[in-house]
């Protein structure tokens, strides 16, 4: 599935990528929308077009020069089964980091993706599933990060996955983290960033995971009652399109 998402309007030809590995839960998608229209209107009113590009379907992944940055959403997929399509993405995605200056966001399956595009490893947590609204830490390196400068020491987010970034790339910078998942966001090279907590849920999402998934919970109604606004994790979209905004008038990568 490829198309423009209705966007602002922009003077540069290059596009913000939303790269769709996934879809939420069709009772979601009904009522909200999905992955990639929640991120779209989570990255606000920065000038930039947005492109959604769906690499499960078949969509073609463009070259560098045609787009001005990504944002790889979340997914239902488990990065460690190696699906072809999640291959070929990985690979496109280490290109971009290694070989280009075009900024890229990893969120949840993104984050994992991008660790196991750069060399480290994505697997199942040891421990279980982290679902719900958690409170996250910044590292000391997060002070000094393009995207993370301006977050709080800590911070709510929500969160849900059974699988992380067991392993960070050789060379990535923690960015955040808590005592369940340690690699809850982490920077490698210059522009490239992996959220493992989802800033594009509000809480009528984050309920709605909760609720579909219930049955496998240990106490659903203590997780639903705790979600809460997530301000600051919800901000890093806007950052992030500020960053990308920057980018679109610099001359185009080769």
């Given at each position: 599935?490829?198309?423009?998402?209705?966007?602002?309007?922009?003077?540069?030809?290059?596009?913000?990528?939303?790269?769709?590995?996934?879809?939420?839960?069709?009772?979601?998608?009904?009522?909200?929308?999905?992955?990639?229209?929640?991120?779209?209107?989570?990255?606000?009113?920065?000038?930039?077009?947005?492109?959604?590009?769906?690499?499960?379907?078949?969509?073609?992944?463009?070259?560098?020069?045609?787009?001005?940055?990504?944002?790889?959403?979340?997914?239902?997929?488990?990065?460690?089964?190696?699906?072809?399509?999640?291959?070929?993405?990985?690979?496109?995605?280490?290109?971009?980091?290694?070989?280009?200056?075009?900024?890229?966001?990893?969120?949840?399956?993104?984050?994992q993706l991008?660790?196991?595009?750069?060399?480290?490893?994505?697997?199942?947590?040891?421990?279980?599933?982290?679902?719900?609204?958690?409170?996250?830490?910044?590292?000391?390196?997060?002070?000094?990060?393009?995207?993370?400068?301006?977050?709080?020491?800590?911070?709510?987010?929500?969160?849900?996955?059974?699988?992380?970034?067991?392993?960070l790339p050789?060379?990535?910078?923690?960015?955040?983290?808590?005592?369940?998942?340690?690699?809850?966001?982490?920077?490698?090279?210059?522009?490239?960033?992996?959220?493992?907590?989802?800033?594009?849920?509000?809480?009528?999402?984050?309920?709605?995971?909760?609720?579909?998934?219930?049955?496998g919970l240990?106490?659903?109604?203590?997780?639903?009652?705790?979600?809460?606004?997530?301000?600051?994790?919800?901000?890093?979209?806007?950052?992030?399109?500020?960053?990308?905004?920057?980018?679109?008038?610099?001359?185009?990568?080769?």
């Amino acid at each position: 599935m490829a198309g423009m998402q209705d966007a602002t309007t922009t003077n540069s030809s290059r596009p913000l990528l939303i790269l769709k590995t996934g879809d939420t839960f069709d009772s979601l998608r009904a009522s909200q929308g999905d992955f990639e229209h929640w991120i779209a209107d989570g990255l606000g009113d920065a000038g930039l077009a947005v492109l959604v590009l769906d690499p499960r379907h078949g969509d073609a992944l463009p070259p560098a020069c045609e787009i001005a940055g990504v944002v790889v959403t979340g997914s239902h997929s488990m990065v460690s089964h190696r699906e072809p399509w999640s291959e070929r993405t990985a690979a496109w995605i280490g290109m971009l980091v290694r070989d280009t200056e075009v900024p890229v966001l990893g969120i949840c399956y993104g984050h994992q993706l991008l660790a196991h595009a750069l060399g480290g490893e994505a697997g199942d947590h040891p421990i279980a599933m982290e679902i719900g609204t958690v409170a996250v830490k910044a590292t000391g390196a997060a002070a000094h990060d393009p995207l993370f400068e301006s977050m709080p020491a800590q911070f709510a987010a929500h969160v849900v996955h059974r699988q992380s970034a067991l392993k960070l790339p050789p060379g990535a910078v923690p960015l955040a983290g808590n005592d369940f998942e340690p690699h809850q966001a982490f920077r490698v090279g210059r522009q490239a960033w992996g959220v493992q907590f989802h800033p594009e849920f509000d809480e009528d999402a984050m309920r709605g995971y909760i609720d579909m998934l219930a049955s496998g919970l240990q106490d659903p109604r203590a997780a639903r009652d705790a979600v809460r606004p997530t301000p600051e994790a919800a901000s890093l979209l806007q950052r992030f399109a500020r960053i990308v905004a920057q980018r679109t008038s610099e001359p185009a990568p080769n």
